[in-house]
């Protein structure tokens, strides 16, 4: 966003110097939302104060609003994902007013035949059968449709076998009955059982730290669970959330870059029984390749961590997030050990879940280290390439005495030959 910014902020100036008689239109490039709605006069400054937004929150919850969605029947052709996702307050309400509703529209059509029968009219009068005994109100009408629905039955008020359309609605009703308490029971036990809970008590270090480990530089957080029961096929991914800008000058908000984290060799795969410490190789694969501790307080990034698993008891699938902006990843700082060996047990200290303590941590970038390392091993590969090249010309150099001591041994043995002959 500062590129486009500062990109806009040349182009003005530009404009200013510019004849101002001149009939030529400049025309500015169309920026992002991001870049339009705002641009400041002094952009280091802005881009200083500028407060990093997060796209993931620390408890798991996606900072993403959906605005302007027009095709709202989307939502309606999945009812049952709906009604699940939606607060528990709205979902209890849903819950009796469906079940109210049904009663009292099944209580009125009952009340309605009582009284086109005529049975209304008849109370009391042995010699009338009407269509439902004992019925002789709206009020009589609603508790049968509840008896009915819930096949409760108390005995008091019961259907006679004189009344068809009576037989009809009760066949209907029952139907009816059946599928909505296998609907909203379905819903009740699904949003009760939802693996979110279980994610609640899957924690991460609040801070993320960079330091050196097995002499390579790495990124590090720390990832526990509370319970007993375990995660089974846990498995941990991080993403990079960083906006960029392409070659061509285009503007990608929010590019999400994969950070290894043991794909290769399968330490994303965890056995979660006690707190881990998951480590990324900060390597030229690395988006952290080029980034020193003077260089990180500048970035605007955000790392997202996302651990999923299945609940051991119910086998559905859960799913905990966590994220660390620039200012909650600590460069030169290690976790401090939480594991402890008792008597016949290992202990695990929670209280020291989050702390961290300060190490010997270099503050160049992985790549600088990298080049030093290189610069280092140079005078020694000369050095032996030289001794080798001197070594090569001096066998080049006897050879060639060697050689020239031959041809005068031939010589004089040719000269002989010659004398003698003559």
Not at 347 to 356: M, P
Not at 373 to 389: F, G, I, N, Q
């Amino acid at each position: 966003v500062c590129l486009f910014l500062m990109a806009a902020n040349v182009l003005e100036e530009d404009s200013m110097e510019q004849d101002i008689e001149s009939p030529v239109t400049i025309h500015q490039p169309k920026l992002p939302k991001q870049a339009r709605e705002d641009l400041p006069k002094n952009i280091n400054k802005e881009c200083a104060k500028r407060k990093i937004q997060r796209y993931v929150r620390k408890d798991g919850k996606c900072n993403v609003h959906h605005g302007n969605v027009r095709e709202t029947y989307r939502y309606l052709t999945d009812i049952f994902t709906t009604l699940v996702d939606l607060k528990w307050r709205f979902n209890l309400l849903i819950f009796v007013m469906v079940y109210t509703v049904t009663w009292l529209f099944f209580g009125m059509i009952w009340w309605l035949i009582a009284y086109v029968r005529g049975d209304m009219d008849h109370i009391g009068d042995s010699t009338w059968t009407p269509c439902v005994s004992n019925l002789n109100g709206f009020v009589s009408a609603f508790l049968f449709s509840i008896e009915t629905e819930t096949t409760i039955g108390y005995g008091y008020r019961v259907i006679t076998d004189k009344c068809p359309e009576g037989i009809i609605l009760l066949l209907v009703q029952s139907v009816l009955g059946s599928i909505v308490n296998a609907f909203m029971v379905g819903c009740m036990f699904v949003k009760i059982s939802q693996p979110k809970k279980r994610a609640e008590t899957l924690v991460f270090s609040t801070n993320a730290v960079i330091s050196m480990r097995d002499g390579k530089l790495c990124l590090m957080f720390r990832v526990g669970d509370l319970r007993n029961s375990h995660i089974v096929e846990a498995s941990i991914r991080a993403k990079l959330i960083k906006s960029k800008q392409t070659k061509e000058g285009e503007f990608i908000p929010l590019n999400q870059t994969d950070i290894n984290v043991g794909y290769y060799t399968g330490d994303d795969r965890l056995f979660l029984v006690s707190p881990l410490i998951i480590s990324h190789e900060i390597n030229q694969q690395s988006p952290f390749w080029e980034i020193s501790k003077a260089q990180l307080p500048k970035e605007e990034l955000e790392i997202v961590v996302i651990l999923e698993g299945m609940v051991e008891a119910t086998g559905m699938t859960c799913q905990a997030r966590s994220s660390y902006v620039t200012s909650e990843i600590l460069w030169g700082y290690r976790f401090t050990p939480v594991l402890t060996l008792e008597d016949g047990f290992y202990e695990v200290d929670y209280n020291s879940f989050h702390e961290t303590y300060e190490t010997n941590t270099p503050v160049y970038s992985a790549k600088e280290l990298a080049e030093m390392a290189s610069r280092a091993e140079l005078p020694l590969t000369w050095s032996v390439s030289s001794k080798l090249d001197q070594h090569a010309e001096l066998e080049t150099e006897e050879e060639e005495k060697s050689q020239e001591e031959q041809n005068e041994r031939n010589g004089d043995v040719a000269n002989l030959e010659n004398e003698s002959k003559v």
